[in-house]
């Protein structure tokens, strides 16, 4: 009867968190920002074409840096010149304004209808460029992605750490109409523009789950009647059921290497984690216990995986080691505390942290020290940026389900909502190598 009352609040619990809206743009609030930030000169980009710039590319870099809460652009009104060659650069008016850096470019339309974009990246203390790249043959469609490819580029320079702003998020939506949920399981830049769906139903979708390519998704979705994995390609050419056990199938993961995935299966009585080799759909399994074992996420090194378990009494975060098979508990503040995700750089542990409501906390590994990060309500589903800098995860604001995007010192915060609807279950996925 435990075991059977225990996986109806498994069940519930799947469903209540797949409770969310169509595809739609999503909103950005900053609703927190740091006054530490570092100014910084985006000039608008020189546009040779005609009518108007398809694409405001200094705005949109300047968006991308400002929500970092490291740097804000200067308002245009406030550029003391908008020169675009180096020696038009009167560098003593930009010093006066605390202003290191300036970002300059070119936004060419060719005759074929494509773009070229150039950039050029000035250091007002020395007084010389300190970084120039070209893009030719862009599509009007892509100019927004040279533009986060500029952010990532900028922010490299000046903090010596990776960007994340060309990359993707998955996130599920849902929409009710005539008394009835239509869910989608969107894609979108990782400031949210360009959302498309790549799964509409009737039923749940939840847990998107990146590989490690960023080319397919795995997710969990009820279209048959019960819970099943299933990985699809994002162009849309490929879509398998890898498992459909009779019980719980939830909370897929894949390996670093992209070979293998942890998920959650009952298929043998209780709710436990396993591994599946991608190639041949064997599986082995990890824990035997008669408690809930779920949301099991891979450390960077694919050494050891991270879970939630309620073995203790409440959910705690366990950690188990694949080469002894050696399992221990990571988290002691508070009695609630599951859903983990792991840092990039295998530093830190993110987990809902419950205490006088749900919050997203942050393990250090390092320290053992122990932060909640976050001021939203019934927060859930943290995912790091792919540069550890971020992470992202589901809220809830005024009985609806929205995203937020937390820097790990909690300088910054931002919500992200869609028009209509509510939106939950977010991924962060990889950096894009293009």
Sequence with gaps: MRLQSKWMVFLV??????SFSVRAELIIQIDQSTDNALPIGLIPFEFEG???PPEALAQIVGQNLFRTGKFKALDEAQLPAKPNQLQDIQFNRWKALGVDNLLMGRLIEMTNGQYQVEMRF???????QIMGKRWTGIAKSNLRQVAHKISDLIYQELTGIEGAFNTKIAYVTVKTTDNKRYFSLEIADADGHNSHPILRSSQPIMSPSWSPDGKQLAYVTFENGRSEIVVQSLEGKSREIVARYQGINGAPDWSPDGKKMALTLSKDGSADIYIMDMKTRHLKRLTRNWAIETEAVWAPNGHSLFFNSDRRGQPQVFQVFLDTGEIRRVSFI?????NPAVSPDGRYVAMVHGNKGFHIGLLDLYNESFNVITKTYLDESPSFSPNGEMILYAMNQGGLGKLAVVSIDSSVTQVLSVKK???RAPSWGPLINE
């Design 13 to 18: 619990s799947v469903l209540w968190v797949s």
């Design 421 to 423: 609807g509510e939106v």
């Design 50 to 52: 005609k009518g108007q």
């Design 334 to 338: 508070g009695g609630y505390n599951a």
């Design 122 to 128: 000035i250091d007002v203390l020395r007084k010389e």
